[in-house]
């Protein structure tokens, strides 16, 4: 079974004709946006949405999804992956260097729903890294600053591109571990007050329900 399908095409039992949707980035957001496009096509909804990265612009223009800008609408729905979520609903995000742009969209949303496959679900988050964009110029200070608060930091580097990862806005992502998350609220908080720092990968807020795909079905939080 395809579990990130499977909580893909669930969220996409929400959609209702007329919404505006946010949509997410990554491999499970995929699926989800295929399952919007397949309702498009064959129930003849009629449904815009907002991009949080070049590759959800390139998937909803593969299935026909007209897409709009937070400057013309305000959101209904969105939906998106995690790299991890807890029971308290917090989430680290960003995976793909997409979280700066995935906070704008899915926070402002009218309703905010995480699809996972179960591997994403922990008893609390912290163990994927924090991803932490940053202004390249600000990389070492920002660095710096992490490690003062304990944690082990590297920059994203690319894959089949030499050099450091350069997100979607231009700038460079720091993956910082840190031992435990005592506060995930405080520390979302507490990475976006660093100088130099664009956005950070926790989501403590605004999550309305998670779409977990299970071995044993679909399970919702
Ligand atoms: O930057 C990427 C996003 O935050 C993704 O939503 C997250 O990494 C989960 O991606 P996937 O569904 O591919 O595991």
């Known amino acids: ?70 400057e013309e609408h305000d959101i209904d729905l969105a939906v998106d992956g995690a790299d991890e979520v807890d029971k308290n609903l917090n989430l680290v995000k960003g995976g793909g260097a997409a979280h700066t742009k995935e906070k704008i969209v899915d926070y402002s949303a009218k309703q905010f729903i995480v699809i996972v496959d179960e591997s994403k ?38 894959e089949r591109k030499d050099g450091p990862v350069i997100t979607d806005n231009g700038n460079f992502v720091i993956d910082a571990k840190f031992e435990k998350i005592e506060s995930p609220m405080h520390l979302e908080i507490d990475l976006n007050s660093i100088p130099g720092v664009v956005e950070n990968g926790i989501f403590t807020q605004m999550v309305d329900k998670v779409i977990i795909g299970t071995s044993e079905g679909i399970k919702e939080l």
Not at 34 to 39: C, I
Not at 138 to 148: F, P, Y
Request: one cysteine or more.
């Open 121 to 158: 679900y922990v008893e609390e988050i912290g163990n994927f890294p924090v991803p932490v964009e940053v202004i390249p110029d600000a990389s070492r200070v920002v660095i710096q600053t992490l490690e003062d608060m304990g944690a082990e930091c590297e920059i994203r580097m690319g």
């Open 1 to 70: 079974m395809n579990l990130k399908k499977e909580a893909g095409y669930k969220a996409a039992e929400y959609v209702t004709d007329g919404d505006i949707l946010g949509l997410g980035t990554g491999s499970t957001t995929h699926y989800f946006i295929e399952a919007v496009g397949k309702r498009i096509a064959d129930e003849g909804i009629n449904v815009m949405g907002i991009p949080t990265s070049f590759q959800s612009l390139l998937l909803a223009k593969q299935w026909n999804i007209p897409v709009t800008s937070l």
